[in-house]
C-alpha cells in the first residue's frame, strides 16, 4: 500500500524497447564505508508476496529484479529482466515477455521463465491481507514455455506493464521460497542491482552491489546501509549529528521548513512526485461510521488549510481530491462539495439522518511525520462542532496494517505512495473492489468508470473518467483526503544521486548514490 508519487500524465506505449547486454558500469572505487541512508518507513515483509508497502517495496527495487522498470526521467516501464515485453492482439488481454538471458540470482541458480511464473502464481496462492495481489486483479493466469513469459488478463488493461515494474512484478527464485506460504527468515534470494548482505528488521540492512546484474539499469552503485528509526524525531537527532549521510522518508515539518538554501554543506531535493493522506472510513457492518451521512459530516467540519498551516507548516497542500494535483484527471471534487469547514450543515446532515450525537468513534493511525499532533488536531476539529466523540489511538505499523485489514479501527489515516506514474495507482487500490484499504466500499458507479480508465493507451484520452470516479467518492466519501505533498532529501553535499532516489516512479533508487 505503498506510502508517494508522481506529477505527469502518462502515455503508456505498446511495445517497450529491448534492452540488451546491460551489465553494471563501476562508478569508481572507493573506501570510505558504506554510504547510510535514514528512512522512518518499516519493512513489513522480505518475501514480496506478503507486503504492499512503501519501506518494503523499497527495499525490493534494489534487491529484486522485475520483468520491466523506470529509469530517472521517464515514465513509460522499460525492460529489466526482460530484454522486451508487447501486448499481443488489439485487445489488451495478452501481454507476452522475453526474458532476459544470463540472469542469476544472488544463490547462483540461473534465472527461467518458470521462476517469474512461479513468482506471481504465488502472490495470488499465498493472498497475503498485507501482500500486493489487488494490484494485480486484472491478472487471470500466467504461461512459461522456454525464454517466453505470457500474461493473459481478465479484462484489458493498459496500465498492466505499469503494474509488474512495481515491487509486486518482484522475481524470486522457486527453489528458495514456499509456493504455498511467505519465506521465513531474513534470507533474501533476488537478481536486482544489490544483495542484501545482512537485515535487522526496523534497525539496519546492509547493502552490497550485486555484481552478477544484469537488467536495464547501467551504473553500478555503492555500498549502501540504510537505517530504520523509531520515528521523525530520532532520525532528526541523528541528521543533525550527522551520523548519516542522507535523510530521507520522513523528517519532522519544522527540519524541513527550517533548512536554509545558503548552507553548503547541505543539499535538500525535492521529488517530482506528490504522497497523499487520506481520513479512510471503515464501511463494514456494526461501524458508527457506516451511514454515509457521518462520513459526509465529517467531510464537512475537518479544516485541512489548518493541518497543512499548524501542524506540517506549510511542508504540505491541502488535497480536495483522491488524485493528486500534477495528474491527468485531478479535479476538486471534495472542494466543490465541502467548499469550507461547515458544523451547521454537518449538523443538519445528521440530523436529516436521524443519527443521535455525539456520534462516538476511534481514529486510528501509524508512523510518519507529526501524526500526533495531526491526528490532535483532527479530534479537536471534529469535538468543537459537539457533533463528535473521537478516541486517537497510535499504534504500531505492523500491528496497523493488520488491524485495518480486519475492520479494528472505525477510521484511520493512511498515507499512500503512488506505485506508478499513472492516476490509476490512486483509484483502483484506494476505492476499487478488494481495496488495498481493506474499508469494505465497493461501488459498481467506480468499478464501471476504472475499467474505463485500464482501456486505454493514451492516458490523457481517460481523463474524463477519473474526473468522474473522484465526483463519485466526493458523494460517497469512504475517504477524506487531508494533504498532498512532494518527498524532500536531505544529504551532506559530498553525497550525489540524491535526485534520483524518488521521482513519481515508486523506484528507490539506491545505486545512484555516489561520494563526491
Request: glycine share 8%.
Amino acid at each position: 500500500m505503498r506510502w508517494v508519487r508522481m506529477r505527469t500524465a502518462v502515455m503508456c506505449g505498446a511495445l517497450l524497447a529491448g534492452v540488451t547486454g546491460c551489465g553494471l558500469v563501476s562508478s569508481g572505487e572507493r573506501d570510505e564505508g558504506p554510504i547510510t541512508v535514514g528512512t522512518i518507513d518499516t519493512v513489513t515483509a522480505l518475501d514480496p508476496a506478503g507486503a504492499y508497502d512503501a519501506a518494503s517495496w523499497a527495499l525490493y527495487g534494489n534487491v529484486y529484479q522485475s520483468l520491466l522498470t523506470f529509469t530517472p526521467g521517464t515514465s513509460t516501464p522499460v525492460a529489466d529482466a526482460a530484454s522486451r515485453c508487447e501486448f499481443h492482439g488489439g485487445d489488451l488481454r495478452t501481454y507476452v515477455c522475453e526474458l532476459r538471458e544470463g540472469l542469476r540470482f544472488t544463490s547462483g541458480r540461473e534465472m527461467t521463465a518458470r521462476d517469474v511464473k512461479f513468482s506471481f502464481d504465488r502472490i495470488s496462492r499465498i493472498n497475503s491481507p498485507q501482500g500486493p495481489g489487488q494490484l494485480l486483479e486484472t491478472l487471470r493466469s500466467v504461461e512459461a514455455a522456454g525464454r517466453t513469459v505470457t500474461f493473459h488478463l481478465r479484462v484489458p488493461d493498459a496500465t498492466f506493464p505499469f503494474k509488474i515494474a512495481t515491487g509486486a512484478g518482484s522475481i524470486v527464485d522457486s527453489t528458495r521460497y514456499p509456493a504455498d506460504r511467505l519465506r521465513e527468515g531474513d534470507a533474501v534470494d533476488g537478481s536486482g542491482p544489490y544483495e542484501l548482505k545482512s537485515y535487522q528488521a526496523g534497525t539496519r540492512a546492509e547493502l552490497k552491489p550485486n555484481g552478477d546484474y544484469r537488467g536495464g539499469i547501467k551504473r553500478k552503485g555503492e555500498a549502501v546501509t540504510v537505517r530504520y528509526f523509531r520515528d521523525a524525531a530520532a532520525m532528526a537527532q541523528a541528521w543533525k549529528r550527522r551520523s548519516i549521510d542522507v535523510a530521507g522518508r520522513q523528517l519532522p515539518p519544522s527540519v524541513i521548513a527550517q533548512q536554509s538554501p545558503s548552507d553548503s554543506g547541505v543539499k535538500m531535493m525535492e521529488s517530482a512526485g506528490a504522497t497523499t493522506r487520506s481520513l479512510i472510513f471503515n464501511l463494514r457492518d456494526g461501524s458508527p461510521v457506516k451511514d454515509v451521512a457521518v462520513r459526509r459530516a465529517v467531510a464537512a467540519v475537518v479544516d485541512r488549510v489548518a493541518l497543512a498551516r499548524d501542524i506540517h507548516l506549510r511542508t504540505v497542500e491541502p488535497l480536495y481530491s483522491l488524485i493528486p494535483q500534477g495528474l491527468s484527471g485531478h479535479t476538486t471534487s471534495f472542494f466543490d462539495a465541502y467548499p469550507e469547514p461547515d458544523p451547521d450543515r454537518a449538523r443538519a446532515l445528521l440530523r436529516q439522518a436521524g443519527i443521535l450525537q455525539p456520534v462516538r468513534f476511534r481514529l486510528a493511525y501509524s508512523q510518519g511525520a507529526a501524526t500526533d499532533e495531526e491526528a490532535a488536531l483532527l479530534k479537536r476539529q471534529l469535538e468543537a462542532t459537539g457533533l463528535f466523540e473521537v478516541t486517537t489511538q497510535h499504534v504500531p505499523w505492523k500491528e496497523f496494517l493488520e488491524g485495518y485489514a480486519r475492520g479494528a479501527y472505525d477510521a484511520y489515516c493512511v498515507t499512500w505512495v503512488a506505485d506508478f506514474p499513472d492516476a490509476d495507482t490512486f483509484t483502483t487500490p484506494l476505492v476499487g473492489k478488494g481495496s488495498a484499504l481493506h474499508s469494505g466500499y465497493v461501488s459498481a458507479r467506480v468499478e464501471q468508470r476504472i475499467a474505463a480508465t485500464q482501456k486505454s493507451y493514451e492516458r490523457n484520452r481517460v481523463a474524463a473518467d477519473f474526473r468522474a470516479i473522484q465526483k463519485i467518492v466526493a458523494e460517497d466519501v469512504p475517504l477524506v483526503p487531508l494533504w498532498q505533498k512532494k518527498e524532500y532529501t536531505l544529504s551532506s553535499s559530498s553525497i550525489s544521486g540524491t535526485q534520483y532516489l524518488t521521482d513519481g516512479t515508486g523506484i528507490w533508487r539506491l545505486w545512484q548514490l555516489g561520494r563526491i
